[in-house]
Structures are given as C-alpha cells and as structure tokens.
C-alpha cells in the first residue's frame, strides 16, 4: 500500500471545480468528499437536515448554498460551525487518501504532511457559459450568482484563512479548465498528482 496523500480543491464559481474534482477521485481511486462535509457539520451540530434537503430541492437555493455553505448566522455561530467542519475535515483525511473540495480545506489542512493544494479557475465568460449550459442557471441570472458567489467565497476565506482563495501562495498548482475541459483537466491533474507522489497506474491508498 502506497503512502497516504491529501488533495484540496479549491475553485472558482462557474469553473466546473466540484466535477472535476469527482473525476479525479474515480482516476485516482480515492475518496471524495465535498457535501458530506456540509450535513455531517449539520448532523454533529444538531442542525436540521431535513431542512438542508428541502431548501437544496430548490434550484434557486441550491446554487445560493454553494455560495453560502456554512450559513449566513451570527458570526459566533459561524465560528462555531467553521471549527466543526474543520475538525470533520481533519477527522475525513485520518482514514486515508482522499480529496476535499472547497471550504478553506487548503488552509485547514496547510501543515498536513503529503498534502496537494490545488486552484480551479476560468475566465468569466467561460464561468458564465458552465453556469448557463451545464449548471442550468436562468442566463440573466448567471452574471448576477456568479458576482454574488465570489463575493461570499473571497469574504469567507479571507475571514478564515487570511488570504483569498485564489492567492498562488495558499496553492501548490492552479490551473485553468477551460483550456482541456472536465475530464481533460482531471487527466491532466491525475498525471501531475501521481508524478508528486510517486503512484503507479491504479494505485489506490
């Protein structure tokens, strides 16, 4: 069995870096997690998930969790909820290789020993276009989530972390997908994460 690695995900809204990042798992074989973060945090906290489902049938407010996804509360509870997930997050990378998409995972996980900090990003109008052809977001809403989205990404990380999300000193590579697309961007980082870590072909941790 090969050592144990560490992924984060970071990305941009509109960069396609949730499925990216569930493509690499699969050419990896290792597990993933990114939503389970989000309700066992609601489950351990005694939060409602019943409601955390019923408002995530809404399309209108799916895409506002993802750019809201640890609530808009007081900001004690807000602390309360980040110091949670990040114990969750680290409870996630004990039982092995896995990646972690989003939620200052790069910044929670820094000083872990094997772990690749990665960045997704796009330009705008190609962030647009995801959001319209593959996300379904109504066009003349899309320009609107998409500034709404940043504006809580970069206010939470900055919060947390220090340092805004796509700040190349909180990464180890940061690429751009709309250069080769999902599955060609997660080819790509599939190749550049077993170069790193010394994987041969199917290896799994």
Do not use: W
């Not at 389970?36 to 799916?62: D, H, W, Y």
């Not at 602390?79 to 409870?91: K, L, N, V, Y």
């Not at 805004?164 to 994460?193: F, Q, W, Y």
Request: proline share 3%; charged share 30%.
């Amino acid at each position: 069995m090969s050592k144990k690695y560490i992924i984060t995900l970071s990305r941009e809204f509109g960069s396609l870096g949730r499925p990216i990042a569930r493509k690499l798992s699969e050419f990896l074989g290792i597990d993933y997690y990114d939503r389970e973060i989000v309700e066992k945090t609601a489950e351990n906290l005694g939060l409602p998930l019943e409601v955390i489902k019923n408002t995530e049938e809404k399309v209108q407010s799916r895409f506002f969790a993802m750019g809201f996804p640890l609530g808009t509360g007081a900001t004690d509870q807000q602390d309360q909820i980040f110091s949670e997930q990040a114990r969750i997050i680290r409870d996630m990378t004990d039982k092995g290789s896995c990646i972690i998409v989003g939620r200052c995972s790069d910044y929670i996980l820094c000083n872990e020993k094997n772990c690749y900090r990665i960045y997704v990003y796009s330009p705008l109008e190609d962030r647009y276009r995801n959001c319209v052809d593959y996300l379904h977001i109504d066009p003349n809403e899309a320009r609107k989530m998409i500034a709404k989205v940043d504006k809580a990404r970069k206010a939470y990380h900055l919060h947390y972390a220090g340092y805004l999300p796509g700040d190349e000193a909180g990464h180890d590579l940061m690429i751009n997908s709309s250069v080769m697309g999902v599955d060609g961007t997660a080819r790509c980082l599939e190749k550049v994460i077993r170069v790193r870590f010394g994987l041969e072909d199917g290896t799994r941790s």
